[in-house]
């Protein structure tokens, strides 16, 4: 039987209070409403299987490569209930043996139960949001933990046996010195995490930070940001890590598979509320479309945003999609060189062959021949990447494989 990889993505969006610059799908919420959340939540999971067992005719067998428990703070649910939702899973999907299985967690709300119950369930990759060591920019960020609390909460992980372990750093904080966040990135490195994500504090509308003058004026300078942001790289690499992906920096063979599979155009599904997916057309589950969908590439869909709205229609899947966007194959292209050129390794131009039957040089040669000539991008080895000088004007080279 022909097997076909999947990823999930499986949201929670219950936190203990909202970060001051956060703008996910997150709040607090009450015991009662979680306890909705999580049955609505495993309906629609194994809804699913419900459509794939009529429309794949068992001539195609799904196996999911990548799961990731992400939020909000999934680590707030109580052990059980993340159990619960992983038996949905393993009741509707075929996991592959070598699955990476992860779940966000933050400092504070993780205790050995927990962990101990994670393990029991496969999930075998942890990735905690410090953010910063310092208690006072904690703070400040409107973070509930200590970096006392993330430490304790590390070496809990690792006296369990959790040998895959991502940490969450943000850069040009209020008040934040090119010092200060060198000291957040040798503090992180004595533990030695296999995975470290840095980015820089960005503000966004919607957010507390967003109309607080005092916050917008005690920002670092633009030069300053950038010290920072060349500081990660120059200090990681000596380290021992390296860098694939603009902000993200692991050791061998500790890459996040899952957030890769966004990054090359993989397929995956999003279950609960807000989450987004991606398949490409030609997918069982989508069969029942065929013919709508024969003039497209694939399709988005992002579920529904409001929370009574979506634990009203558990029962009734088509009626949890708020969106449902359909990419035409020119859109799926541009998202190939937009997404992929994000990581160092750049993309595969046989890759891009295969997966649309035209070469790249066809569609996008002469941008990657203006690139490569201003030595902002390298084409060897049927690879396409960016090079150091590019990497740091890559948005605006990145808007040139976008057609009007």
Not at 189 to 198: A, F, K, R, V
Request: net charge negative; proline share 2%; hydrophobic share 35%.
């Amino acid at each position: 039987m022909k097997q076909r990889e999947m990823s999930l993505y499986i949201h929670i969006p219950f936190c203990v209070k909202k970060c001051n610059y956060c703008d996910f799908l997150s709040f607090s919420s009450s015991d009662t409403v979680k306890k909705q959340y999580i049955k609505a939540l495993c309906q629609e999971i194994e809804s699913f299987f419900a459509v794939q067992k009529q429309e794949k005719d068992n001539t195609e067998e799904i196996i999911i490569k990548t799961i990731f428990f992400g939020g909000g703070t999934p680590s707030i649910l109580e052990a059980k209930q993340i159990e619960v939702v992983m038996d949905a899973v393993r009741k509707t999907f075929v996991i592959a043996a070598d699955a990476e299985i992860t779940i966000e967690m933050n400092p504070g709300t993780i205790k050995r139960e927990k962990l101990e119950t994670y393990q029991k369930i496969g999930i075998n990759r942890l990735s905690i949001g410090l953010q910063t060591t310092d208690d006072e920019r904690l703070k400040v960020l409107g973070r509930v933990h200590t970096y006392e609390q993330f430490l304790e909460n590390y070496k809990m992980a690792r006296e369990l046996g959790f040998q895959n372990i991502s940490v969450d750093l943000m850069s040009a904080l209020p008040k934040e010195s090119i010092n200060d966040y060198q000291k957040d990135l040798e503090r992180v490195l004595e533990l030695e995490p296999e995975h470290i994500s840095s980015y820089s504090l960005i503000i966004e509308e919607g957010t507390p930070f967003y109309d607080n003058n005092e916050i917008l004026e005690r920002l670092p300078s633009e030069e300053e940001d950038r010290a920072m942001y060349d500081l990660t790289e120059q200090i990681l690499l000596e380290r021992g890590y390296h860098r694939y992906e603009i902000s993200n920096y692991a050791k061998t063979g500790k890459e996040s598979r899952h957030n890769s599979v966004y990054w090359t155009g993989g397929e995956y599904v999003g279950f609960g509320l807000g989450a987004s997916s991606y398949l490409r057309s030609d997918h069982p589950y989508l069969q029942d479309s065929k013919e709508q969908l024969e003039q497209y590439y694939g399709v988005r869909f992002k579920n529904e945003t409001n929370i009574k709205k979506y634990i009203q229609n558990s029962y009734v899947p088509i009626l949890e999609k708020e969106e449902v966007t359909f990419l035409s194959k020119q859109e799926a292209m541009e998202e190939f060189m937009f997404l992929g050129l994000r990581m160092m390794q750049g993309i595969k131009e046989q890759q891009f062959l295969e997966q649309f039957h035209i070469s790249v040089q066809s569609v996008y040669g002469d941008v990657v021949e203006k690139f490569v000539g201003m030595g902002l991008l390298e084409q060897t080895d049927g690879r396409i990447c960016f090079t150091k000088k590019g990497i740091d004007v890559s948005n605006s080279i990145l808007c040139e494989f976008l057609k009007e």
